[in-house]
Nanobody, 120 residues
């Protein structure tokens, strides 16, 4: 079992910044990919950013240049620095991890989500 715990969400004004964090714990033999997804009311969950264990990153076009994803493989943690926030960034943000199992396979894990609200 792997647990992902997010923190750092909240209310911020347009143009402001927030930093989300995700910590993984449990039976972890390694984490292949970690990422952030978000889901706004009435919309489907979408990928925001992801990072591989080797540091390769991928961002949604809507957040490129504003958000930065990073991770610490030794600590099994991940951060998302969000700058120049816009009202359309308002959503529940979910941490995701593709965890390497003892048998060498991959298992997907999700956090419980943290609310980010961008409003004046």
């Amino acid at each position: 079992q792997v647990q992902l715990v997010e923190s750092g969400g909240g209310l911020v004004q347009p143009g402001g910044s927030l930093r989300l964090s995700c910590a993984a714990s449990g039976s972890i033999f390694g984490i292949h990919v970690m990422g952030w997804y978000r889901q706004a009311p009435g919309k489907e969950r979408e990928l925001v950013a992801q990072i591989t264990r080797f540091g390769s990153t991928n961002y949604a076009d809507s957040v490129k240049g504003r958000f930065t994803i990073s991770r610490d493989n030794a600590k099994n943690t991940m951060n998302l620095q969000m700058n120049s926030l816009k009202p359309e960034d308002t959503a529940v943000y979910y941490c995701y991890a593709s965890v390497i199992t003892a048998s060498g396979g991959l298992s997907s894990s999700w956090g419980q989500g943290t609310q980010v609200t961008v409003s004046s």
